[in-house]
């Protein structure tokens, strides 16, 4: 029996399911802000606000985490020495979600998620 299990499952299983998060959060340290469902930029919040403040330590093991975590050294390197000082003195909510209309071609809730500045 799996009680309390949570999470949104994206019709994906276990392994694609991590390689789209996993891609989300390099989209969004790389462009900033992206466009995307509203579930899945849920999803991203939790997973970029532990990294962002993971990234605020700044130590080896800090960034050696992140590495294996992001999979890429460009998008690592900016987290940690571009994004994460700006929020040293906040402690949480570093992304905002904007929800956007309905996409047309499915029906799917569209949003915003954007790091704030």
Known sequence: MS????????GREKGL???LIKSLVRSLIVHDAITTTEAKAKTLRPVIEKL?????????????????RIGDAKATKKLV?????????????????IKLPIRKKDSARMAHISFVK
Do not use: Q
């Open 52 to 68: 962002v403040t993971r990234a605020k330590g700044a130590t080896l093991a800090d960034r050696r985490i992140l590495a294996a």
């Open 81 to 97: 020495d571009t994004i994460a000082p700006t929020f040293k003195t906040r402690s949480g909510g570093y992304t905002r979600i």
């Open 17 to 19: 399911r991590t390689a």
């Open 3 to 10: 009680f309390h299990r949570t999470g949104r499952k994206f």
